[in-house]
């Protein structure tokens, strides 16, 4: 949040005093992790307000016209299971439960959404909630498809990179001297 807070015109929204103090009660609600421990017995004062500040969403959303934020976060799941979209949505909405909560709570003439773009691990996406997400966002029509043929670019560029890994650890030197006849796999994926 406080590089998103410097690099956007949160200011507008409301004060950062404001934001830090309603954060740090709804934190206050949010138990202290195990590999927190240690900075909140260092200083339990200032514990709450410093982990709102280092949450980090993807992405934001400014509409002032409208006066909305939108709070964006990209997950990727194993697709395996029919209910990977669903499991994915309910952790991105806990992860950014306080940010939005702390934003309702500092500027409440605002309205706030959180939008969670989920893509499988095997390059499932979900098109319909995709493109929906993307029509609540106000993206013109012709810049849908763009958007997500790029994402589904992105994801196998992804792929490519973890299975030359993977090829390159298994294999060994053996796999450095094959590397140049490897095809990636980015070449091969179409987004129609």
């Known amino acids: 949040m406080n590089t998103l807070w410097q690099e956007e015109e949160f200011e507008q929204i409301c004060s950062r005093e404001s934001l830090t ?80 909560e702390a934003l309702k709570a500092a500027a409440p003439e605002w309205t706030l959404e959180q939008m969670n773009f989920v893509a499988g691990r095997r390059g499932a996406v979900e098109e319909d909630d995709f493109y929906n997400k993307l029509e609540r966002l106000n993206v013109q029509a012709g810049k849908k498809d763009k958007i997500v043929a790029a994402h589904m670019q992105r994801i196998c560029e992804a792929h490519d990179t973890v299975m030359r890994s993977y090829y390159l650890q298994i294999l060994g030197r053996l796999g450095l001297m094959r590397r140049r006849r490897w095809t990636t796999l980015e070449n091969k994926c179409m987004c129609k």
């Open 21 to 100: 103090e309603k954060a740090a009660e709804i934190e206050k609600t949010i138990s202290v992790k195990e590999h927190e421990r240690e900075r909140y017995d260092f200083d339990p004062t200032m514990f709450y307000g410093n982990r709102f500040w280092n949450r980090r969403a993807d992405g934001i959303v400014i509409d002032k016209n409208c006066r909305t934020l939108y709070i964006l976060e990209f997950k990727r799941s194993s697709d395996r299971n029919e209910d990977f979209l669903r499991v994915k949505e309910h952790e991105a909405n806990e992860q950014h439960k306080s940010i939005i």
